[in-house]
């Protein structure tokens, strides 16, 4: 067994020069420090991310897009398909587990300021992959076509309604016409299922090809102090294998959630019923439909809900830029301000996001 | 119908809400929430239109009265002939 795999390793070392990548892995180091923790959670991500394209794979063996058979496809994948309840439950825990990840992920860059020069794209290249990661959660919501699916596309979709100038049009796009109707249904399982997987793909070869030429970045108060001796470990096998531990403890979370707390189907949309009490969207966008209730109908002569839409836009691409506007970690400067962002950013999310499920 | 009651019905593509007040008078509006496009119920211990999406209310005459609902509900012509109902577009 051991010479068939070493021929086959020469095999292909002969062709593509295996031995240039080994050794590149053989002088690769991971900074160690008091916040090394914080490095694990790009892997967690990207290990969430492959549940969701395996399970993703195994759903769409039997679901079956449209009005008239989405909700029936998945009432059969969970009663009738050998463990299909399993999978369904899985690939719902695991996209919520993914964009949790992801999100601890690009905090934790934020706070280290790991988006710094010469890190930029590896930044953008993230928080464009984190806005797929919503539009993900957005679209797949919708595909059991039940209830809270159909009000929360309603909703969703009528908030790109309102942003100026584009937004009717957008609107139009998404949908499929002027109403969320099974038009809608067909366009989102396809952005789903090929048009953002495409977009996701490129993008994370770009991150991780960026994250392995360049490595791991360091805190900037570390960074600064050039005179100390810096810890480090192998990233190959040392940082792998903790990777690897880490994602054997993220599967036991998700099997036992998926298991203990299987994913609801609910009732079938009907357009015509009104939108049941209660109703909230996943717990991402919780903080945003949280302070669209708070907003008054009208601010001066603009509406409510376009000011808050445009403010939430407008602090997003605030976020995505920081390492354009934030010069002073580039310099290997403290930016208090950063700081100071970044936490009302978090404090916001938090308490919005905990009222919003309270209340 | 009986008082204090609403019905949401299908108008073309749309759904339309029938409302019958405590004193027998009927109103029908479009059912869809100015705000963010819910479809909007009757809250009978509350005596007003609702939208579950972000608690937005209006009063029996469609008017937007609470939450961030920016206008009030479009309001369709209501005719009562031989105790039916007919509803159609306000020209």
């Known amino acids: ?139 797949g919501y919708l595909l059991p076509w039940n209830e809270l699916a159909f009000f929360a596309t309603k909703v969703g979709t009528d908030i790109a309604g309102v942003v100026p100038v584009i937004g009717e049009p957008l609107l139009v796009f998404m949908r499929g016409g002027e109403d969320v109707t099974g038009a809608t249904l067909t366009r989102l399982f396809g952005f789903h299922v090929a048009v953002f997987p495409g977009i996701f793909t490129v993008l994370l070869a770009i991150h991780l090809l960026l994250v392995q030429r360049q490595g791991m970045s360091e805190p900037l108060e570390y960074a600064v102090e050039k005179n100390t001796v810096r810890k480090t470990m192998p990233f190959f096998p040392n940082f792998i294998l903790r990777d690897l531990l880490l994602w054997l403890i993220v599967v036991n979370i998700l099997a036992i959630l998926a298991v203990f707390f299987p994913w609801e189907l609910g009732k079938k949309a009907d357009a015509f019923a009104p939108a049941p009490a209660g109703i909230k969207p996943e717990w991402y966008f919780l903080f945003m439909f949280q302070t669209l209730k708070y907003i008054p109908a009208q601010i001066w002569f603009v509406d409510g809900e376009v000011l808050g839409i445009l403010l939430f836009g407008l602090a997003g691409l605030l976020w995505m830029l920081v390492p354009f506007w934030d010069k002073k970690s580039s310099r290997g400067e403290r930016n208090r301000w950063v700081n100071y962002f970044g936490l009302f950013a978090v404090m916001y999310i938090i308490i919005f996001t905990i009222i919003g499920w309270l209340v | 119908m009986e008082n204090e009651s609403a019905q949401i019905i299908r108008f073309g593509n749309k759904p339309v809400i029938v409302v019958r007040t405590t004193s027998g008078d009927v109103h029908a509006f479009n059912a869809t929430c100015t705000h963010l496009d819910c479809t909007v119920q009757f809250k009978k211990e509350l005596g007003v239109i609702w939208c579950a999406c972000h608690n937005g209310k209006y009063d029996l005459n469609g008017r937007n009265i609470s939450g961030p609902p920016p206008k009030p509900l479009e309001a369709y012509r209501v005719v009562i002939k031989d105790k039916e109902i007919f509803v159609s577009k306000n020209v």
């Open chain 1, 1 to 139: 067994m051991k010479t068939v795999l070493k021929n086959i390793y020469s095999w292909i070392d002969e062709r593509v020069h295996l031995e240039d990548v080994v050794h590149f892995m053989g002088k690769k180091y991971v900074p160690v420090h008091s916040h090394t923790i914080w490095y694990y959670f790009g892997g967690v991500s990207l290990f969430l991310f492959i549940i969701q394209v395996i399970t993703g794979i195994l759903l769409l063996l039997y679901y079956k897009s449209g009005e008239e058979l989405a909700f029936e496809s998945i009432q059969f994948i969970m009663s009738k398909v050998q463990f299909g309840w399993l999978i369904r439950s899985v690939h719902s825990w695991a996209a919520n587990l993914f964009i949790l990840a992801a999100f601890i992920h690009m905090f934790s860059v934020y706070f280290g300021k790991a988006y710094r020069k010469p890190r930029e794209i590896t930044w953008l290249s993230g928080m464009l992959m984190l806005f797929l990661a919503l539009a993900f959660g957005f679209s």
